[in-house]
């Protein structure tokens, strides 16, 4: 199947810095990215979804301007995380949905990325 | 929107099979999907079933849908300590957008 990558896998940075969390579909196109936060022993939430050449769809209770996304192209999603504090604590999980046809999709996970903030 | 829901924790002896659940409350959903965790990965896909399907196996995994009572279950026949791991069920919402169910732990006895 294909793959989706994220970088870095973990990463710990002071509170008021901020973080930038890749994710890359390596051998298939996405013009759909999807950004997920998970915290210890609980479910995925989907933050946002990043649309390729335009501005990502932001859920609900996601604040925009501290999690500031971009898709510049069509295998490259970042997401930062601005003036992070330590509740920015997380994993961090990004998917790319991979189209066939007209109407058939499948989406991709990447392995995550921890995020701790000291 | 979308509401999915699990039991938290399931423990069984190696050898047996596991069935774990999940409710949903949308009923729009094309596909249906079990994903596996394994402590600070990702997501595996382990399966899925089209909605319109009462049954699907694959190997040691069997999905059971029941649309009437909006109710999806996973079963792993021969259970082995590597399916330690947390599974979550996912449904879709409109385009392209998983929910997520609360996941459940299955921990294998040796």
């Known amino acids: 199947g294909a793959v989706v990558s994220q970088h870095p896998s973990w990463v710990i940075c002071k509170s008021g810095t901020s973080v930038k969390i890749e994710c890359r579909s390596l051998?298939?196109?996405?013009?759909?990215m999807f950004w997920y936060r998970q915290f210890p022993k609980q479910s995925l939430m989907l933050m946002a979804t990043s649309n390729e050449g335009s501005k990502a769809t932001y859920e609900q209770g996601v604040e925009k301007d501290k999690f500031l996304i971009n898709h510049a192209s069509l295998t490259l999603s970042t997401l930062t995380v601005t003036s992070a504090h330590p509740e920015d604590s997380s994993f961090y999980i990004c998917?790319?949905?991979?189209?066939?046809?007209?109407?058939?999709?499948?989406?991709?996970f990447g392995p995550g990325t921890r995020l701790t903030v000291t | 929107g979308e509401d999915v829901e699990q039991s938290l924790f399931l423990s069984v002896r190696e050898g047996d099979s596991s069935v774990i659940n999940c409710t949903y409350t949308d009923s729009s959903s094309t596909y249906l999907y079990w994903y596996k965790q394994e402590p600070g990965a990702g997501l595996q896909l382990l399966t899925y079933i089209f909605s319109n399907m009462d049954m699907k196996q694959d190997q040691r995994l069997t999905v059971l849908l029941n649309k009437k009572d909006k109710h999806l279950s996973l079963r792993i026949a021969d259970t082995q300590t590597g399916d330690s791991a947390i599974y979550f069920c996912?449904?879709?919402?409109?385009?392209?957008?998983?929910?997520f169910g609360t996941g459940t732990r299955l921990k294998v006895l040796a």
């Open positions: 051998d298939f196109q996405a013009t759909t």
């Open positions: 996912a449904g879709t919402s409109g385009t392209y957008k998983y929910i």
């Open positions: 998917s790319a949905n991979q189209i066939y046809g007209t109407t058939g999709y499948e989406q991709y």
